[in-house]
């Protein structure tokens, strides 16, 4: 295993964010996560681990800005680092070369 | 819940979120949870929608999202520190103010500490032994046709009769406190704490031996354990274990342990311990089974778990098996009953070696809590009056942002530092004052105020209490100051809680007139009772004790002829007690008006033919003894309280009346006028007197007031020839009575110094808020002199607030003081009446004192320049 230990839902998270591109903040990633997976997303579990990943590095956020829908509190938009899109990077690497690794018959096999 | 009344998000959980949540995330999560709100709330409605707002708000309740606690306390404890800080520069800008302050507060918790010492002393006697908990003593009532006594002692055969009967009574032990001769020999010691004791004894208490096995070192007869102090005493260094002490002159003991001297703090008070084998297996045996001589002090252990109720309510048909005819025939019932170890020294009304007055621990507790209210409104008052310096601060201080909360806290902290100086000053008093007080007190209370580190705890908490108590209220009228009307200049605080301070100053006046109106009557019944008529000459009488020598006793007529030998003596009398020495009770029977025999239990003296002259006694009816009246010895004289106890309503009905007391039978001869042969505080009880000179403890001696050192001189040689198996042991009757006041008149004393310093710390609270008043008139009183008053208008100006509150408080004070000392004057079958005198000097030294403190002020004020007040303008 390389030196960064990425989980399946921080996986997920930080590529729901490089879809979203410059719009992704809370609501919107939870939103993106449900369609596209089709399972219910936590907020508090969202919440926590892009505060993680932002602390890791390998996440950035700024604040948008406030809307009368959110009682006058700015958004927190949130962006792949260099960093971030480096990880990714090598944890999708080291998956295909898993991937590649599996003999051709283990698929056919019935 | 607003969950579902409203249709917005419910504030609770938005409020209790923010208070979670990390400040940096509660903006943008916040947003996050109310776009969902209204999201949801299109979808479904707003209840559903606080709903998920609720299970949303859970959700993020984990740790990546909370604030970090530590940051949160981390900026009280930068605010605490200035707070400590400016509190710092406030009393030393204000010096004055802030001595009074700590100096009322300080004396005010010195006087607590030194009254909690006391009490606590008073209240943990006898605690100390391990099986406290499981010790009764056994009392008897004596119930005769005429009075119940209640008795403090039970016969040697009860209790140990309770243990074979009683399966729950593990142990028993009977005590019989004795004065006896011990001699080593050579030298003869009146030992007047002596005390007989059975085996069992240190099984039931904790009393630790220095040397020897107390399992058995009372076992045998004639063994004696020594404290420490008396094995010096009689053999200084040393070893003491094994030897011998004659007692009585008869008698060898032989010392078989030696334990440690009993504390203080124990109801019990000896230094020699006898077995009391050697009594009922030895010399007095048939003693054992005497159920009606009532000689002993006697204790049970019960097992663990024993009601001691449940055994009292056996005790009845106890009595009934084994005394019930004799019971009935004599016409005395005895009903026995349990008091618990921890009783007997203060609640127990029965008497004990040591006893203490339930009523003067409450009365010092009450005055520990007047002192503290009054130094508490002291600092009240104090703080109130000079809010004005401090409104500026408040104001500025809202202006920027403070909660209210957060000011109070800071006025608290502030009191708070003053108490807490005040507590080591405190401290400091107390230790040097503790030994005085344990001198005033007549007891070792404790050595120290450090003597233990758990009380020395709860004296600090108690310290921080006064601190909050004082300063609550002067923090909740300074942090209630309107910034605005400050800052603009209209702010005037001399209005602050006017009312409230006038009716703390009245409030510490009464106390203070109280107190001092208490001590005034304390002083009266005291001196009252010094010199009442007692109906007996008590002057210049001096009395040797002989304690009953029977070598003395044979020869008692040559003793009374060769010591009295002696121009400056003019009579002498032997009798069994004199007044104030305590006597006997003895079970007699005599005829009452209808004829029958009945039966009681009187008060008992044995006198020779020239007591009733040498005392001065009066006869109200018959005769004294005569030495024409051979059958005299067969005779009995009795008081008028027996007479009335009787049912006879003349003294000379019960003359020629039948009697029998102790075996003796004959005829009542005569009736002595009522005297007080015991204490003032209480009545005269019935009395019989017997001529029996050859039974006597004591020969009095009225001795001539001139040289009085040289007549004792004289005395003493001649004893010594006579009599040199006895120590010359001698009192006056005067001294000797005056002494069962010793109590009172500690009491009296403390109750003076408290009372003065109640006054004293009263005092101090009206001249800082006199000084202050002063200060805060400056500016009306050079006016007013600009405008042409005079002095003496100006002084009444100043002092008539003042005073007129005295007076109210004087009136106020009246029916307080009748009531409680009314009540404490009612211990006293004696007493005297409560004059209007001692409120009239009450209040005139409340005036007077109170008039002292502020004058001074006052006539600054009035001849100062009113130039200076007024320049500034």
């Not at chain 1, 030196?3 to 921080?10: D, M, P």
């Not at chain 2, 509190?87 to 005010?108: E, Q």
Request: glycine content about 6%.
């Amino acid at each position: 295993m390389s030196k960064h230990h990425l989980g399946e839902f921080e996986e997920i998270v930080m590529l729901t964010v490089a879809i979203l591109y410059d719009e992704a903040y809370g609501i919107a990633i939870i939103d993106e996560m449900e369609d596209r997976l089709g399972r219910k997303v936590s907020i508090g579990a969202l919440q926590t681990v892009l505060r993680r990943l932002e602390k890791k590095g390998y996440l950035d956020s700024r604040f948008g800005e406030a809307t009368k829908v959110r009682g006058g509190k700015r958004k927190r938009y949130f962006t792949i680092t260099a960093f971030g899109k480096k990880v990714l990077t090598d944890v999708k690497e080291q998956r295909m070369g898993l991937w590649n690794a599996v003999p051709e018959l283990i698929w056919n096999k019935q | 819940m607003s969950l579902f009344k409203t249709n917005k998000a419910s504030p609770w959980l938005l409020n209790f979120f923010r208070w979670y949540c990390h400040p940096d995330y509660v903006e943008d999560l916040e947003g996050d949870l109310l776009e969902t709100f209204e999201r949801t709330k299109e979808q479904s409605g707003p209840q559903k929608a606080n709903w998920i707002l609720a299970i949303n708000v859970i959700k993020l309740f984990r740790p990546g999202i909370i604030r970090s606690f530590n940051d949160y306390q981390f900026s009280h404890y930068d605010m605490f520190k200035n707070n400590l800080k400016i509190a710092v520069r406030n009393l030393i800008k204000h010096k004055s103010y802030a001595f009074i302050n700590v100096l009322g507060l300080a004396i005010g918790m010195t006087c607590c500490l030194l009254i909690f010492l006391y009490v606590n002393h008073e209240l943990t006697y006898d605690s100390f032994h391990s099986k406290s908990d499981r010790i009764y003593r056994v009392v008897t009532d004596i119930k005769t046709p005429t009075e119940t006594i209640n008795t403090g002692v039970t016969s040697a055969p009860m209790t140990a009769y309770m243990k074979t009967d009683f399966p729950e009574v593990e142990d028993f032990v009977r005590l019989d406190p004795s004065q006896f001769l011990l001699s080593d020999g050579e030298k003869s010691y009146q030992e007047d704490n002596g005390m007989f004791a059975d085996a069992s004894f240190f099984k039931i208490f904790t009393f630790p031996l220095v040397k020897g096995n107390a399992k058995t070192a009372l076992v045998d007869p004639f063994s004696v354990v020594l404290t420490e102090s008396a094995a010096k005493k009689y053999f200084g260094d040393q070893p003491p274990m094994g030897k011998v002490l004659k007692l009585e002159g008869e008698y060898d003991l032989t010392v078989t342990g030696i334990m440690q001297d009993v504390p203080q703090n124990s109801n019990f008070s000896f230094d020699v311990l006898v077995s009391l084998s050697t009594t009922l297996e030895e010399i007095f045996p048939r003693r054992a089974e005497q159920w009606g001589n009532f000689a002993y002090n006697s204790y049970v252990l019960l097992l663990p778990n024993a009601l001691p109720s449940a055994l009292e309510n056996k005790l009845p048909d106890f009595m009934e098996k084994y005394y019930g005819e004799t019971m009935d025939r004599d016409e005395m019932h005895y009903s026995l009953f349990l008091e618990p170890l921890s009783a007997v020294y203060l609640k127990s009304e029965r008497g004990s070696p040591r006893s203490g007055n339930q009523i003067n621990v409450m009365v010092f507790s009450i005055i520990a809590c007047l002192i503290l209210i009054i130094a508490c409104f002291n600092f009240m008052n104090l703080s109130t009056a000079r809010a004005t310096e401090r409104a500026k601060e408040v104001g500025i201080r809202k202006v920027i942002g403070a909660i209210r909360w957060q000011l109070t806290i800071q006025f608290l902290s502030e009191a708070l530092l003053m108490s807490m100086l005040a507590f080591i000053l405190a401290l400091l008093a107390c230790e040097i004052v503790i030994p005085s007080f344990n001198q005033l007190a007549g007891k070792q209370i404790v050595n120290s105020i450090f003597y233990n580190f758990n009380h020395l705890a709860v004296f600090g908490l108690f310290a921080i209490f006064v601190g909050l108590l004082a300063g609550f209220y002067p923090a909740y009228v300074l942090s209630n100051f309107n910034p605005v009307s400050i800052l603009k200049g209209k702010f005037s605080s001399s209005q602050t809680g006017l009312v409230l301070r006038k009716v703390l100053v009245t409030s510490q006046f009464v106390i203070s007139i109280t107190l001092i109106a208490g001590t005034a009557i304390v002083y009266n019944q005291l001196g009252f009772m010094r010199d009442k008529s007692l109906g007996f000459k008590k002057n210049q009488m001096l009395v040797i004790d002989f304690h009953g020598d029977n070598a003395i006793q044979e020869k008692i007529n040559v003793f009374k002829q060769q010591l009295s030998a002696n121009p400056q003596i003019l009579g002498v009398s032997a009798s069994s007690s004199v007044p104030s020495t305590g006597n006997n009770g003895a079970f007699s029977v005599i005829e009452n008006p209808s004829g029958d025999l009945q039966s009681s239990n009187l008060a008992m003296f044995y006198v020779d033919h020239e007591f009733f002259d040498l005392f001065e006694l009066e006869m109200v009816a018959g005769r004294q003894f005569s030495r024409d009246m051979l059958t005299d010895s067969a005779a009995l004289i009795v008081n008028e309280a027996t007479v009335a106890s009787y049912g006879y309503q003349q003294p000379e009905a019960i003359i020629g009346k039948q009697f029998s007391q102790w075996g003796v039978e004959g005829q009542v001869i005569g009736v002595v006028k009522d005297f007080h042969y015991a204490s003032l505080q209480q009545k005269i009880e019935p009395l019989s007197i017997r001529l029996e000179p050859d039974n006597a403890m004591y020969l009095t001696f009225n001795i001539e007031s001139t040289n009085i050192s040289n007549t004792i001189a004289s005395l003493e040689e001649k004893w010594k020839k006579l009599a040199p198996q006895r120590p010359f042991e001698y009192f006056f009757i005067d001294e000797s009575f005056n002494q069962q006041y010793a109590a009172e008149v500690r009491f009296g004393d403390l109750f003076t110094y408290f009372a003065g310093l109640a006054v004293f710390i009263a005092c101090l609270g009206l001249l800082g808020l006199i000084s202050y008043t002063s200060t805060q008139r400056k500016k009306e009183i050079g006016i007013r002199k600009v405008l042409g008053a005079n002095k003496l208008g100006l002084i009444k100006l100043l002092t008539q607030d003042i005073l007129r509150l005295i007076v109210i408080a004087f009136f106020v004070a009246l029916p307080i003081t009748w009531f409680t000392l009314s009540k404490w004057l009612q211990s006293f079958a004696y007493q005297t009446e409560i004059s209007p005198w001692v409120f009239i000097i009450a209040g005139l030294m409340a005036l007077g004192v109170s008039f002292a403190a502020i004058s001074y002020q006052a006539f600054k004020a009035a001849l100062s320049n009113p130039i200076e007040a007024l320049k500034n303008e």
